[in-house]
């Protein structure tokens, strides 16, 4: 469910933030500590399926992605 979110979310807003351009970067934020799909490694690193799953599809697209995972207030 939470992969099926993720992509519902990223692919329109990547589609519409640029308007007629094509993608250059696309950022991507979620949370630091939310294993199994988002978190920073022990070199504080974003890891998880969510970030393997956002990497994969940047790079089937060609284009680069940014990714942030910041604490979320509860």
Do not use: Q
Request: proline share 9%; charged share 25%; net charge negative.
């Amino acid at each position: 469910m939470a992969t099926a979110l993720a992509l519902t979310t990223v692919v329109p807003a990547s589609a519409s933030a640029i308007g007629d351009g094509p993608v250059e970067e696309l950022v991507y934020g979620g949370d630091h500590a939310f294993p199994p799909y988002e978190f920073l490694d022990e070199d504080g690193e974003p890891a998880g399926l969510n970030v393997d799953l956002i990497r994969a599809v940047a790079h089937e697209k060609g284009f680069r992605v940014r990714i942030e995972l910041l604490p979320w207030p509860e």
